[in-house]
């Protein structure tokens, strides 16, 4: 195309003049000009992502079977309800009575959810895979305006490090439960069985993931106008930013093995199977 020349228009602008057609924007008659199957990320992510909101609703809502000693599930830890019906830490925590008779994984869910729905990376995950926005690089989005985060309920995205802070205290009481692990079903301890080391794989990916996050990364080397004032800051910097680069990875495989967790926590609770000890 010569300097200077204008594409010729195949289709009205948007009477708003917002979007991706709108006046101010190329005109292009095609929705999009790639060849590959780029529909197809999208659609995974979206099917991942669907099936796990799907389990994890069905395993809050069940209120049974979370409890193996000496696992507990981690949908379920820390126990805060008067109803929990594990016996791993004595006596019932009960900070919030029987709740109603609702299961004690709807008062702690919402934490390590909240973390993850506000999550950077899971925000363009689940932006692309269920609002197509946009639902590929270089493919059009079908809204007619983009207003980004900056109303409700998306301005709440911005509470994202405050869900961070819950995370940790979450995976301490998940840690926790990890040492637990290496007790018997009589509390003795020197027992490792299946369940130990996948409570171990769980722990280890979820700290990872944890770590590896952008509010993480900031509050560790943010707002700092001279690295070489504060070498710890820095060396601790760099080794999250590491794990930054990773953090779709983690994310996703923290997720599954979270899952893959409390799943084995149900099995082994309702009898499917006795927890394969190793020694």
Not at 148 to 159: C, D, K, S, V, Y
Not at 160 to 178: E, G, K, S
Request: charged residues 15%; aromatic residues 18%; positive net charge.
């Amino acid at each position: 195309m010569a300097t200077g020349t204008q594409p010729s228009r195949t289709e009205p602008p948007t009477e708003s003049g917002t979007g991706v057609r709108g006046r101010t924007r190329a005109a292009i008659a095609a929705s999009h000009l790639r060849t590959d199957r780029w529909w197809l990320a999208p659609a995974v992510t979206a099917a991942g992502l669907f099936a796990f909101v799907v389990y994890s609703t069905w395993r809050a809502f069940a209120n049974a079977h979370y409890y193996a000693a000496p696992y507990v599930s981690p949908f379920y830890s820390p126990c805060l309800a008067d109803n929990c019906a594990t016996m791993r830490h004595g006596p019932n925590w009960g900070l919030f009575g029987g709740w109603w008779g609702l299961s004690p994984a709807l008062l702690i869910l919402i934490f390590p959810l909240g973390f993850r729905l506000t999550c950077y990376y899971y925000r363009k995950a689940y932006y692309r895979g269920f609002w197509a926005s946009p639902p590929a690089c270089a493919v059009a989005e079908p809204h007619k305006k983009y207003t980004g985060e900056t109303r409700f309920p998306l301005i709440l995205q911005n509470i994202h490090r405050y869900f961070f802070y819950a995370a940790v205290l979450v995976a301490c009481v998940l840690t926790y439960d990890t040492v637990l692990a290496f007790r018997d079903e009589h509390y003795a301890w020197g027992h490792m069985g299946l369940g130990t080391l996948i409570f171990l794989l769980n722990i280890t990916l979820i700290w990872a993931y944890t770590i590896s996050c952008h509010s993480c990364r900031h509050i560790v080397g943010g707002r700092l106008k001279h690295f070489s004032k504060h070498p710890v800051r820095y060396r601790l910097w760099g080794w999250v930013g590491k794990l930054n680069a990773r953090h779709m990875l983690l994310a996703w495989a923290s997720l599954v093995s979270v899952a893959l967790a409390d799943f084995y926590v149900y099995l082994v609770a309702s009898g499917a199977f006795d927890d394969p000890r190793l020694f």
